[in-house]
């Protein structure tokens, strides 16, 4: 267990611009509140007339903060704020293993912290599918610590298995089998061990966020996890979140097109004050 606060710089990289004089994107490994290293990204973004605004993007299970999906999110989110990217624990380079949406609130974070250290006045949390589960709890557990929260594509309830790609997931984080294919095949090492306790759920997250403003997104295509679940975290944040359900839209990050992630650009920075 480490006794720095989350947050902590491991190691950083700088890349300035040398003809603007801005800093480019800095490169760092995060200390989580119990000791994992968290590789992150900070891009100051190109928004100028936002500068005190910053996305902190957090991806779904299997994705990591070099994936191209990752970094189109963060390159059109960049439009309208700073962005921080990281990878989740046992994602990427990050260290420890993944709890598939425990733990990984620590990881969330160390990188609002991070942010914050960065003087933005302003944090959006934006997370999808896993992600889009610990932005809620994030928000429902540290309560104003970040100033809007986008969930897009996040399960309402644990243990799903409703689906064909959901029995799935289950058998590569319940298997030993399961967790090999995820260790060398999708570059994300998994716990062995359940979750003692079961953690609180999406949607009762969802109904502890207000006043922190809340959009919910998800696609009609969504193959993981069908409209009940939006429609109930909807349900369970009553007239406080916000919900677009969007035409022909699959799952999380690959299918979130440039227009729709420009779209939840202008709400977070209305949303965000």
Sequence with gaps: MSNRSAGHVVRSTVRPDGETGRRGPVRTFLRTA??????????PGSAVYNADLVFV?????????????????????????AVV?????????????????????????????????????RVVAVGFSMGGS?????????????????????????????????????WLVTRPAGRLV?????????????????????????ARIAPTPLLIVHGDRDAYFPLDHPRMLAD????????WLEPGMGHAENAAGDALLARIGDWAAAAAG
């Design 182 to 206: 995820g260790r060398y095949g999708l570059r994300t090492r998994i716990h062995h061990r359940e979750w003692n306790p079961v953690p609180l759920s999406p949607v009762e997250a969802a």
């Design 134 to 170: 610990v932005v809620l709890r994030h928000a429902a557990l540290h309560p104003g610590t970040v100033d809007a929260v986008v969930a897009v594509s996040a399960p309402a309830r644990w243990y799903y298995r409703g689906t064909a790609p959901m029995r799935r997931l289950h």
């Design 57 to 81: 993007i957090a991806h779904g299970f299997t994705g990591d903060v070099d994936r191209p999906h990752v970094r189109r999110v963060a390159g059109v989110l960049a439009r309208y704020g």
């Design 236 to 243: 369970a944040a009553g007239g406080h979140g916000e919900l």
């Design 34 to 43: 119990d000791g994992i290293a968290i590789d992150s990204v900070y891009d």
């Design 85 to 121: 990217t990281f990878s989740f624990r046992g994602h990427g380079r990050s260290g420890g293993r993944s709890t598939v949406g425990d733990k990984e609130v620590l990881d969330l974070a160390a990188a609002v912290a991070r942010a914050r250290g960065f003087g933005h006045a």
